[in-house]
């Protein structure tokens, strides 16, 4: 098997199909090596051509066959796409021999392994599709029209999986052009085919099997009906509405026994139909409400009936919430809110559509107890579907749109009554009614919504804070231990102060955080998350600017004053929680503590030790299987800020918190935890970069060969951090750092050379170059110079882009300001005569005022000025005398213009945060941030600098530098240039 050939033949399909039915052996020894083997094959040539094979192959067992569909889907999503810097993992006679064939293996295999690759085929289309794949879409075509359901089935599986990414792509020219493609060469095959499948429902009524599958193919095909009219309306189903609306109505008629799910909880794929046809015409009456007018009442009809017909089972919430979406659209749209002005129709609105649907049902109070995590991803963070509970409150909030008045004295009446029938209730077995009346209130209040702040308009017919105040206080106040309020009453009444927190005044706020320290220590798990959340946002809110409206600029809304006391509290009540099961890794309990330490800043040094020990027990116990990364994220955060309010105030503290911090760091090291890595790397750069210059701690140094280990490189997400920490090695070890340890140097250039050699990190060599050309002294690197600019040119030459030319300007400026004007024309031209004139004109001239950062313009102004003033080559008779004019130009107009944002006709490059990967990428820690540094510092004004230069320059060559200026410069950077003489007290001679 290791010897393995991966051509094609018998032998090798066979052999492959034995290693994937191990990789399902129970025995974990078995399918760990089976697992390693894949791993180690998948790199050669053929591999995937021989799964497909094995995938196709008859004899094969059909649970191979799926378990080989998957196997190739994920090697598909791993390796087809080509990234930059990297060899292709997939050869081109590999990808034609895909391409060639997988469409006609997905449409002849059974209904598993056709899904999955109809998965692999929209993986390759992601990147392909159009442009590398052109015979796709007309060979899905030719099958489409072939009249096998099946096959029709796999067609539009595959189409749907393709197109659907219309939804949510932004608007732009080449999306146009794509969903043109697609419209010419699909749209008129697809209506005929959802004409043929309309025509064939009468016959297969009596036919439960046949009926299954056409209902499929009429779901799919209105799933990508929608896709298709996302974007804007094509002029092909403008065209053919007549066809489409008719039959989407009658088919939300439709009612056959054979396709309802004998379920509670899975819907049928008729309801799942009827729910996406609901989807269809709501996209209609948002979008396109003109053209769908005459369609209109029918549809409102039918989804009014469908609402007051369908029961509440589980599996009818898609439909229900969909319904009442399509019924939203409508009812917030000037154009036709008519439909529901009438006091009885909201009347019927509120009583048998809003209320049944906001009401908890006893399968909600399951979630509640048993997946907090699903219960509150639904009730506050939104997810890919719609509740029955949020679809009602949009509802209420697009009906009181047109109708407040009328609405509010409908619905508050039922909201009494609710509440009436709650108080009277001594047993307290009537909160259902609370908690529905408090949501309903939510939603004729609520006029405007920001996800950062919450509500910040309302309703004047509903007062809030008398709301509060009457109803959902004393939820929130009484007693842990009361254990006659429901604890999905106290997350109903915490989730409603975090709403209206803009609206409750700055004393009712002040009362609130206590409530909410307190509230962390309630053992329900929703309730403690709610609690943190609450607590999160009313820290973060700012002050009343003096307009009426919380600006940046003002300050929190809650004191540090009414915090502190409540520290110690807030800390241990949020660890707390974190002990009960299913909270181990709570994000919103880590975000609350990683605020309480962000606003108390310096403040939290009185309970910083607990604090630290009780973070690194967390972090050893999460470090054993990280799997929440926003929990991991806002635990490494709460580090940093400790580090940084603490330990840069006062760095006498530094050497406590590395060691506190520095055996979990040590393990998470030795083990190799991937995902945390670069966020140890971020804090260790931290306190290193608050120790003095001149020493490097002996742990510090001790790490260094660590941190130089090839394979640490492999990692995108590694590299920031691990460059930062670098920086601030040699920052702070100097000549010691590289002198200490033999080879030190070499490892550090052989880093930048990989660095370098990649559009992606090339910045970050050039950040470890200029470090290096700062901090140590020139012999320690001197024998590689030559070296160093030699690939740094031929990188510019095969690979140029924008953003490489700006990190080598600045570090040619910065070489020269290090080691003179002279050293850098002498290199340079040693490599080819005359080249320093060519990176003079090609470089400086043309691409310098494109360099962004205000320090790295300080340092190209510094560099050009010590090239104008300090390099006889470029004055006065030298080899490149009639750049000098030239140059000075420039610089004045860095000086003077802003940046050149421009970006060259042949530019390629994709920034860093746009490039998606298969890696862990790298997170920046906000608190650990690196300070920005200056290493021209010792220039306080880069203009003054030039004007002292000149005029050194003008007395050494009398005569010579006002002529030059006269001639050379350009009035207004004469100008320019004078005022900076003035400024630094100088004359020329």
């Known amino acids: 098997m290791p010897g393995i050939n991966m051509e094609p033949n018998e032998q090798n399909i066979a052999a492959l199909a034995g290693c994937i039915e191990r990789t399902l052996s129970p025995d974990k020894e078995t399918r760990t090596g089976a697992e390693k083997f894949l791993v180690e094959v998948e790199a050669k040539e053929g591999y995937p051509l021989v799964l497909l094979h094995l995938v196709g192959r008859d004899s094969t067992a059909q649970i191979t066959r799926e378990a080989g569909a998957i196997t190739f889907k994920n090697f598909i999503k791993k390796n087809w796409r080509i990234v930059e810097d990297e060899a292709n993992r997939i050869s081109e006679s590999d990808r034609g021999m895909i391409k060639n064939n997988l469409v006609d293996l997905m449409l002849s295999s059974s209904a598993k392994v056709t899904r999955q690759l109809s998965a692999a085929v929209a993986e390759i289309s992601s990147h392909d599709f159009p442009a590398k794949w052109t015979t796709l879409l007309p060979q ?8 096998d359901l099946k096959t029709i089935n796999g067609v539009l599986l595959t189409t749907h999986s393709i197109f659907k990414r219309y939804r949510y792509e932004f608007k732009s020219e080449a999306l146009w052009q794509e969903i043109k493609y697609v419209l010419d060469t699909f749209a008129a095959p697809f209506t005929t085919t959802y004409k043929a499948m309309l025509e064939q429902v009468p016959a297969q009524t009596n036919n439960p099997a046949n009926l299954q599958v056409l209902f499929e193919v009429l779901l799919l095909l209105c799933k990508i009906f929608y896709s298709l009219n996302f974007q804007d309306l094509p002029e092909h189903f403008e065209d053919n509405m007549e066809v489409w609306m008719r039959g989407m109505h009658g088919l939300l008629a439709f009612s056959n026994a054979a396709l309802e799910s004998d379920s509670e909880e899975e819907p049928g794929v008729l309801d799942q139909l009827r729910s996406q046809i609901m989807d269809n015409v709501a996209i209609y009456a948002q979008k396109y409400d003109e053209e769908f007018e005459p369609y209109l009442q029918d549809f409102v009809t039918s989804g ?7 029961g509440l089972e589980l599996k009818y919430d898609q439909l229900v919430a969909n319904a009442m979406k399509f019924l939203a659209s409508v009812a917030g749209s ?15 609105i509120c009583e048998k559509v809003v209320i049944p649907n906001m009401a908890l049902r006893e399968c909600d109070e399951e979630l509640f107890e048993d997946n907090a995590v699903e219960y509150i991803r639904r009730d506050i963070e939104g997810s890919d579907s719609d509740t029955r509970r949020r679809s009602s409150y949009e509802l209420v909030r697009a009906l009181c749109k047109h109708h407040e008045q009328v609405c509010v004295g409908i619905f508050s009446a039922y909201v009494n009554a609710m509440l009436t029938q709650n108080a009277a209730d001594a047993s307290g077995g009537s909160w259902k009614h609370k908690s529905t009346a408090i949501f309903l209130v939510s939603s004729l209040a609520t006029k405007a919504t920001i996800a950062s702040k919450g509500a910040t308009k309302t309703s004047e017919l509903v ?5 509060y105040l009457t109803h959902v206080r004393d939820e929130l106040f009484a007693p842990l231990a009361d254990a006659s309020r429901s604890p999905i009453l106290r997350a109903d009444a915490l989730k409603f102060a975090m709403i209206f927190r803009q609206v409750l005044d700055a004393g009712t706020l002040a009362q609130l955080v206590p409530c909410f320290v307190a509230l962390l220590a309630h053992p329900a798990i929703v309730v403690h998350s709610y609690a943190a959340m609450a607590l999160d946002k009313t820290l973060v809110m700012r002050g009343d600017s003096g307009e009426g409206a919380a600006g940046a600029g003002a300050g929190p809304k809650i004191p540090l004053t009414l915090l502190t006391p409540h520290l110690g509290a807030l800390f241990a009540n949020a660890f707390g929680a974190m002990q009960v099961r299913g909270s181990e890794e709570n994000e919103y309990l880590m975000k609350a503590v990683m605020r309480g330490v962000t606003v108390a800043k310096a403040d939290v040094a009185a309970v910083a030790g607990d604090l630290v020990t009780q973070l690194t027990a967390v972090l050893a116990r999460v470090a054993k299987n990280p799997s929440q990364p926003r929990f991991n994220h806002y635990m490494f955060e709460t580090l940093g800020a400790i580090v940084r309010y603490l330990c840069e105030a006062d760095p006498s503290n530094v050497a406590a918190f590395e060691g506190a911090l520095f055996p979990p760091f040590t393990t998470i090291l030795q083990e190799d935890v991937g995902e945390f890595l670069p966020y140890v790397f971020q804090i260790m750069s931290q306190l290193l970069e608050l120790h003095p210059a001149g020493a490097i701690p002996a742990n510090y140094q001790q790490l260094l060969p660590f941190l130089l280990v090839p394979a ?9 951090a691990l460059v930062r920490l670098l920086q601030a090695s040699i920052a702070k070890g100097g000549a010691a750092l590289v002198t200490a340890q033999e080879g030190t140097i070499t490892s550090l250039l052989g880093v930048f050379q990989k660095l370098i050699a990649s559009k992606q990190n090339d910045h970050e060599g050039f950040y470890l170059l200029t470090t290096m050309v700062e901090f140590l002294p020139l012999d320690a690197y001197s024998q590689f110079l030559k070296p160093i600019f030699t690939l740094l040119f031929q990188r510019l030459m095969s690979s140029r882009t924008g953003k490489y030319v700006k990190g080598l300007l600045v570090f040619l400026s910065l070489f020269a300001w290090k080691h003179g004007p002279g050293t850098l024309v002498e290199l340079v031209d040693s490599m080819q005569a005359g080249m320093f004139g060519m990176v003079v004109e090609s470089l400086y001239i043309k691409d310098v005022q494109k360099v962004a950062g205000t320090v790295e313009r300080k ?6 000025t ?3 003033c300090d390099c006889p080559a470029l004055f006065d008779g030298g080899a490149y005398a009639n750049l000098w004019s030239p140059l000075l130009n420039v610089l004045v107009a860095l000086f003077e213009l802003p940046e050149d944002e421009s970006i060259d006709n042949d530019e390629h490059y994709v920034e860093i945060e746009d490039t998606p990967g298969y890696q862990t990428a790298f997170s920046q820690l906000v608190y650990a941030g690196k300070k920005e540094h200056d290493s021209v510092a010792d220039v306080a004004d880069a203009r003054v600098l030039l004007a002292q230069s000149l005029a050194q320059l003008s007395q050494a060559k009398p005569g010579k530098v006002g002529g030059l200026i006269q001639a050379g410069l350009e009035p207004a950077g004469q100008q320019h ?13």
């Not at 240039?977 to 001679?989: E, P």
């Open 140 to 147: 899905l075509v030719e099958k489409l029209n072939n009249g």
């Open 304 to 310: 009014w009936n469908m609402l007051l017909t369908t």
């Open 334 to 348: 000037a154009r036709t809110q008519h439909l529901f002005a009438e006091q009885g129709t909201l009347q019927t």
């Open 463 to 467: 007062s809030i804070p008398d709301f």
């Open 712 to 720: 640490l490189w492999e990692r995108q997400g590694n590299i920031p």
């Open 859 to 864: 340092i190209c102004a510094v560099g050009i």
């Open 866 to 868: 010590k090239l104008l």
């Open 977 to 989: 240039l004078q005022a900076y003489l003035t400024k630094a007290g100088v004359a020329l001679s």
